[in-house]
Structures are given as structure tokens and as C-alpha cells.
């Protein structure tokens, strides 16, 4: 069941188009990566999605209703955490976890009390004192704590260490194990893809490229190292080769995902020593991308 769904969203500011006729859908108990370099239009997304800007056109819904016109009823049921979190300063970051809680109608105690051990902060500290790391916490924990059904998340790990950002990557887990759905926001490749079941990549206010990982990987084109007993032959003649780099006693080249059979059928015959082959991560096909606007790939 879609949870979110975005159809032909178009915002503009002016003469600027932010947002170029998106589409997107989050089923429930799915965890939704949303990737794009700043300025692709991410924010803009999730701020239509909040109710806090009006598409130009096109319609948004969460939950089967529309995200303008029923905002307030939306958020009770949602949460979001943004990627630069501004507390009030006079008050401590207990006080404003336990202020969203209530604010949602939660009585979650122990899940509080759980999350402030497990992220490591002390929520005794006044926020005008806080990093920006643990205005993050706050702002992940009270998220957490709450029993939401969608949780919005736009560069939630902007400021934790690694190890905190391990938590956070738990916390997303669990509470895609329970059911609910998440979509997420980041330039931290690797971490969308720990965790995420789709992508839409984003770029320059359109949605390029949409799909699970492995549908994605088409695009790209993975390493390969051999070894041979003989010098490889022809090898640049077998369809999907690209960079080509001799070695002592081997090559190395990166071939497109869809041929690698050929290319390792081909190399067989020369008397394979050793082989390694790297699969394409997420980073390979957000750079296929993103090269330089001069359309080198």
C-alpha cells in the first residue's frame, strides 16, 4: 500500500523552476532513499511534502490525502527531522524531547529514556549549549520516540560521528521491522545503501533515475582485476570493455554490469590465476550522474 505518492509536482519561485514535474511513491514498510547534491531540489520535496510550500502543480498525497489541504491531520501522524535542527535555546534537550512527545500525544517514557542511552546524550544540558551533533540527537530521538507511520528524514546525520550514525542506521531498521515507512534524504551514499530498498536520484529539479538498487546497477559498470598464465588477447574487442589497463601478468578494466559473462568467458581462455571483480556501489551510479556539466561520463 502507497503510503506517499507525488504526481507530476512542478514548483516554481518566479522564473525558477525548483521542481520539474516529480513523481514518487513510498509503499508502507519501506525505507525510500532520496539522493541528489545540494541545490537538485530535496529539500524543496520534503517542504511540499510538509505542507510548508504549495506545489505550482501537480498533486502530493500522504496517507490518501492531500498534503496541503490536510496538513495538520498529516502530521500526527508523521515525522520529520531536518538536516539543520534549531532548538530553544533556554530550555534543555529533555525538555524539548519530552515537549514533541507530548506534542504528538505519545506516552513513551521508556522509549525516551532508551534512545537518550543509546545516542549518547545528556539531556540535562541546556540546547543553546548543545553541537550541532546533539541538536541532531534531539531531534532524531524525539523522531524515534514517537509511534509515527512515516518518518521524513532530510540529511538526519548532518553532524554525528560514525558511531552515532550507527544507531541511527538501527533506529531506521527497527522501525522499518515494525511496519512503518521512511523516507530519507542524504548525500551520505554508503548510508542509503545500508539502508534503503528504492532510490530516486534528483537532479537539477528532476527525477533522472528511480528503482531498487539492483535495477539501478544496469548503469553502471563494475571492476574487474584478473591474472592470467597467458597475456590476454582481443580483450578490447569484447563488447562493454572500457579502460583497459595492462599489468605484469594481467589486466584490469571495468566492464558494463550486463556483459561481465562475456568478458570473464573471454578471459578464461587464457588461464585465470586470480580474479576479483568489485561490484558497483551506489556511489558509482550517483556519479554517472553527476561528472562535470560538459557531459564527460
Known amino acids: 500500500m502507497a503510503i506517499l505518492k507525488v504526481n507530476q509536482v512542478t514548483k516554481k519561485f518566479g522564473n525558477f523552476t525548483a521542481l520539474d514535474g516529480i513523481n514518487m511513491e513510498v509503499q508502507q514498510g519501506e525505507v525510500y ?4 547534491p545540494n541545490g537538485a531540489g530535496k529539500t524543496t520535496t520534503i517542504r511540499v511534502l510538509l505542507g510548508i510550500l504549495q506545489a505550482t502543480s501537480g498533486t502530493a498525497q500522504i496517507f490518501g490525502r492531500d498534503v496541503w489541504n490536510d496538513a495538520v491531520d498529516i502530521h500526527k501522524q508523521i515525522a520529520y527531522v531536518p538536516g539543520e535542527v534549531n532548538l530553544w535555546s533556554n530550555l534543555t534537550g529533555g525538555e524539548v524531547i519530552d515537549l514533541f512527545v507530548k506534542l504528538r500525544g505519545t506516552n513513551a517514557k521508556n522509549r525516551r529514556e532508551e534512545l ?18 546533539n541538536r541532531q540527537k534531539v531531534a532524531l530521538i524525539a523522531a524515534f520516540a514517537s509511534n509515527a507511520d512515516l518518518y521524513i528524514l532530510d540529511e538526519p546525520t548532518s553532524g554525528l560521528d560514525p558511531l552515532m550514525e550507527q544507531v541511527f ?3 531506521v531498521g527497527e522501525v522499518k521491522k515494525a511496519g512503518k515507512s521512511v523516507l530519507l534524504s542524504s548525500h551520505i551514499l ?8 528504492k532510490v530516486s536520484i534528483i537532479r537539477q529539479g528532476q527525477i533522472i533515475e528511480s528503482g531498487t538498487l ?21 580483450l578490447d574487442q569484447v563488447e562493454g570493455i572500457h579502460d583497459l589497463k595492462a599489468l605484469d601478468r594481467g589486466v584490469v578494466f571495468h566492464v558494463d554490469t ?21 561490484p558497483p556501489t551506489l556511489e558509482d551510479l ?11 561520463r
Do not use: W
Open 116 to 133: 537518550i542511552q543509546r545516542f549518547d546524550l545528556d539531556p540535562t544540558k541546556k540546547c543553546g549549549t548543545y553541537s550541532k551533533g
Open 214 to 234: 539492483q535495477e539501478l546497477r544496469h548503469l553502471t559498470r563494475t571492476r574487474v582485476k584478473v591474472e592470467t598464465t597467458e597475456p590476454i588477447a582481443n
Open 286 to 296: 550517483f556519479m554517472h550522474h553527476y561528472q562535470d556539466e560538459r557531459g564527460e
Open 33 to 36: 532513499g532520496f539522493i541528489g
Open 258 to 278: 550486463d556483459k561481465i559473462g562475456a568478458a570473464i568467458k573471454h578471459v578464461s581462455d587464457f588461464g585465470i590465476l586470480a580474479l576479483e571483480s568489485t
Open 169 to 171: 542506521q538501527e533506529c
Open 190 to 197: 554508503s548510508e542509503v545503501e545500508k539502508l534503503c530498498d
